[in-house]
């Protein structure tokens, strides 16, 4: 049997830290426990050494180091980036997420394309709702947004149709700027008919993924979508929401990371939002009704009932 021969170790410096994590960005997709724990025992560049010679319990992965290079390419070539754990502009609100909810769930990395500054991240708000929106949810999507916008609040969700497209347009059109999660690559941002959209939020926002370049969505990425957007906001609020709507699992992430969460109240006749009066009525989220009830629990001025 012949023993694998590892690429040449990364000279020292950024670049070669950088090329480090985009290995393990990778690795992290199929295997992100074992890249948390060799992070944890030997540090970024030892850790890509090993996922490379292998281990015991994993196979060596000898083209990792050049599987990489590929990667911080393509991500440069779609005007992106990665931002590491250990760069000054990763988003302090990540911080908790691991004691919330173990290592694993924290991203190695992120992959960013955008114009706006990573600080935009510290006034964030989640405002999200049905993919299947009424003209109800559309509209208070868009007004809610004009308002946040209007106290230098940051529009941040899943990039999906509905309630997610209607909040990020109406950010831009505030010329303010907007944050989408996506559950692909950035090179393979979904839904891909909002491809129009995703520009326009790279060119006054940010395209955020935990996923390196041509990664395809799948139905657990969805989940780790929703996940990133309730870790990287203030608060979360549902415009408009059915009972089994997908919109509701940032809500439910966002308690667990005791993050403020409010509802929109809708029409009694309404099953589109049921899901939102559901959440009310049992104490899972605020009721808000206006910009400055977000804004109350966003700044923790309102810290009485819901969200229990």
């Known amino acids: 049997m012949h023993s694998v021969v590892p690429e040449p170790r990364p000279e020292p410096g950024s670049a070669a830290r950088r090329r480090a994590w985009a290995v393990l960005s990778r ?7 074992r890249v948390h724990q060799l992070l944890d025992e030997y540090g970024p560049e030892e850790a890509a050494d090993q996922i490379v010679t292998g281990t015991a319990e994993y196979p060596a992965d000898p083209h990792a180091f050049a599987r990489a290079d590929r990667d911080l390419e393509s991500a440069a070539a779609a005007g992106g980036r990665l931002v590491a754990r250990d760069d000054p502009d990763w988003p302090a609100r990540l911080a908790n997420v ?9 991203p190695v990395a992120l992959w960013v394309r955008g114009s706006a ?18 003209d109800y ?9 004009r308002g946040l916008a209007a106290h230098d609040r940051t529009i941040i969700n899943g990039g999906a149709f509905g309630v997610d497209a209607a909040a990020l347009t109406a950010a831009l059109s505030a010329d303010a ?7 692909a690559g950035l090179d393979r941002p979904h839904p891909h008919q909002q491809a129009d959209l995703f520009t ?8 955020v993924s935990e996923y390196p370049p041509g990664t395809l969505p ?3 990425r969805f989940q780790d979508r929703h996940r990133l957007v309730a870790a990287l906001s203030t608060g979360v609020v549902v415009c408009e929401s059915g009972v089994r709507s997908s919109s509701l699992h940032a809500l439910r992430w966002a308690r667990r990371l005791r993050r403020p969460v409010a509802a929109i109240p809708g029409s009694i006749y309404s099953a589109s939002s049921r899901g939102c009066h559901q959440l009310i009525r049992d104490g899972h989220a605020h009721l808000a009704t206006s910009v400055d009830d977000v804004l109350d629990l966003v700044t923790g001025r309102h810290t009485q009932g819901g969200n229990r």
Do not use: E, M, Y
């Open 218 to 220: 799948r139905r657990a």
């Open 177 to 183: 700027p907007a944050i989408a999660v996506l559950p």
């Open 27 to 33: 690795a992290a997709v199929h295997t992100p426990q």
């Open 137 to 145: 949810g559309l509209h208070v999507a868009a007004d809610l947004t």
């Open 117 to 134: 500054p990573l600080d935009t991240f510290a006034r964030t708000v989640a405002v999200t709702g049905a993919a299947a929106a009424t």
């Open 200 to 207: 326009r939020i790279a060119d006054h926002g940010v395209l």
């Open 98 to 106: 691991g004691a919330c909810w173990g290592d694993s769930s924290v």
